[in-house]
């Protein structure tokens, strides 16, 4: 089940909103899990026992881990590597068996002895709610929190519906006060359903029109390799994946605040950062702070000299594109953005930070490695991210541009145009200016929001199935 559907919106979220203030505050914790559960298990039910025992598994270390972070540190390191091998298990069980069986029969000898496991299929959102198991069973071992001791609302924090799928990932110490108690008021919930309605036209009207787009583009391209064609499929990627994403991350963080809690921000405008280090603190903030507190810093950081931290840089990387994926673009993803950030450590964002035209510079730098970036996170098949790259400067095409090709690409302007102001702050800020002049649009603010609701829905009963590309991670 997915946010941007008919039976989500008029079927799941029509139930549950008001089953869910009907039921008295102690009991809503109860509600949550069960429906949590239920929206998880509405696509595959069978994975429902895989998720439960993860939670079970984190739940059940957590006391041993609570009881003896203090007296005993040895022992609750034991407990702490028992939660994490044991939910890490499930992660790699589901998600690389193949990849490594398949890479692995690459040698002569063990052609004919492994096979791939046949029917073996990726639980949506694993690697999501694993991280967030994770943070619960290391936050505990630091002393971060306290033990959980009420199966339910530990069971509702890994489970929830509004980020269960595609994140963002909640650390348990950032909720744990509000699975206990959260304000429930009408500005809140009310706060919750525009930034709902905002995450859900950015995906639907956006993210899938541009989806589209980049669909025909790629048909286009394999009988029309021109300049402007590579060029085209770059842009309208780089949009689509973000509208996507951050999409999905907006009606996440509303649904959250819409039942009482509050999530922290996933995305801040990444396509205005001024280099690749600056981008990669803005996108998917909460996978970035995860690695970087939990990877980063505990193999040493930056403190212990600049070939550990490159060492160290490294390996979150090599994690970062492994973890999107059991495939060797996503490898190569990881590694892509390890070269550029260490350039950019050794003395790119000294260059950068001279005056306004390096930042300039910057901008443009940023914005074309994380173009290229996205072919190679996109292709399985590297020969064809190749293809698209090399086009981009004249290599294996046939032309700048083409009639076939000019055509296509003003009929794909307005869209485009109005993707990249909607990916910038520009019409947030000019809102705001508008709202404190005249105090009429703050009236007029929910007829253009209901509006909107009305064309995105419209848009998803018309159209087709579009699920949200991180479901795939």
Not at 213 to 237: E, I, R
Not at 243 to 249: A, K, L, P, R
Not at 402 to 430: D, H, K, N, Q
Request: with cysteine.
């Amino acid at each position: 089940m997915v946010f941007s559907s008919t039976i989500f919106l008029f079927g799941f979220l029509a139930v549950t909103i008001p089953l869910y203030f009907i039921t008295p505050l102690r009991y809503r914790n109860w509600v949550l899990f069960a429906v949590s559960l239920l929206f998880y298990g509405f696509g595959e039910p069978r994975y429902i026992a895989v998720m439960l025992t993860s939670v079970l598994v984190a739940y059940l270390t957590g006391f041993p881990i609570g009881k003896y972070r203090t007296t005993n540190p040895r022992r609750a390191r034991a407990w702490l590597a028992v939660s994490l091998v044991l939910n890490l298990a499930f992660l790699l069980f589901f998600k690389y068996t193949n990849f490594f069986i398949e890479n692995l029969r690459l040698i002569p000898a063990l052609a004919n002895v492994l096979t791939p496991i046949e029917g073996l299929t990726l639980p949506i959102g694993i690697s999501f709610y694993t991280f967030q198991i994770m943070s619960y069973s290391i936050d505990l071992y630091r002393g971060d929190t306290d033990t959980q001791r009420n199966f339910v609302s530990f069971g509702t924090y890994v489970a929830l519906f509004p980020q269960l799928i595609a994140g963002p990932i909640v650390r348990y110490r950032d909720v744990n006060d509000q699975l206990a108690s959260r304000s429930h008021t009408v500005d809140k919930f009310a706060s919750g359903v525009r930034r709902f309605t905002v995450g859900f036209a950015k995906k639907v009207l956006l993210g899938d029109s541009l989806a589209a787009l980049y669909a025909y583009l790629g048909s286009t391209s394999d009988f029309q390799p021109t300049v402007l064609t590579s060029w085209l499929l770059v842009l309208t990627f780089t949009l689509h994946i973000y509208f996507d994403f951050s999409g999905y991350s907006d009606m996440a963080i509303g649904l959250g605040r819409m039942l009482g809690f509050e999530f922290l921000e996933n995305f801040n405008y990444p396509y205005i950062a001024s280099s690749i280090t600056d981008f990669w603190r803005r996108w998917h903030m909460s996978l970035s702070s995860w690695f970087r507190e939990y990877v980063y810093i505990p193999l040493g950081g930056n403190r212990r000299g600049i070939a550990r931290q490159f060492l160290n840089l490294a390996a979150v990387w090599l994690l970062t594109g492994f973890w999107h994926g059991a495939a060797w673009n996503f490898v190569l993803w990881g590694a892509f953005f390890f070269v550029f950030l260490a350039l950019e450590k050794v003395f790119l964002l000294k260059v950068f930070d001279k005056n306004r035209v390096t930042r300039a510079l910057g901008h443009v730098w940023a914005l074309v490695l994380v173009g290229i970036s996205w072919m190679i996170f996109d292709h399985t098949d590297l020969s064809e991210a190749w293809r698209i790259v090399g086009g981009m400067f004249g290599i294996g095409t046939v032309s700048v541009v083409s009639a076939v090709v000019g055509y296509e690409f003003l009929r794909a302007l307005p869209l485009l145009i109005v993707g990249i102001l909607a990916a910038t702050p520009y019409p947030a800020r000019r809102l705001g200016r508008l709202r404190d002049k005249h105090p009429a649009v703050a009236v007029c603010e929910p007829v253009a929001l209901g509006i909107l609701l009305v064309l995105a829905i419209a848009y998803t009963v018309s159209g087709t199935y579009s699920p949200f590309l991180y479901f795939n991670f």
